[in-house]
């Protein structure tokens, strides 16, 4: 249940989940946030970033969950 950000062609777009499973991981980022807006948000500030240092870059990024405190067991 995730979202794909990505840039072509100079814009910005977000893509709710759920996707295929991938076959390639080029890099990855971990971010610690609330809410699955405030990963999407943090990962377009990330491409952003790419898009605005490199002219022409396309490139995309999925926001995937990968554990929360409700995962664990309460301490006994």
Excluded: C, N
Excluded at 52 to 73: M, Q, S, T
């Amino acid at each position: 249940q995730g979202a794909r950000v990505t840039i072509t062609a100079g814009r910005l777009s977000v893509t709710d989940g759920p996707f295929a499973e991938a076959k390639e991981l080029i890099s990855y980022a971990l971010y610690q946030v609330s809410s699955k807006e405030e990963a999407v948000e943090w990962t377009s500030r990330f491409l952003e970033i790419h898009r605005d240092h490199w002219a022409g870059w396309e490139g995309e990024a999925d926001v995937l969950r990968v554990f929360g405190p409700e995962d664990f067991a309460a301490p006994a």
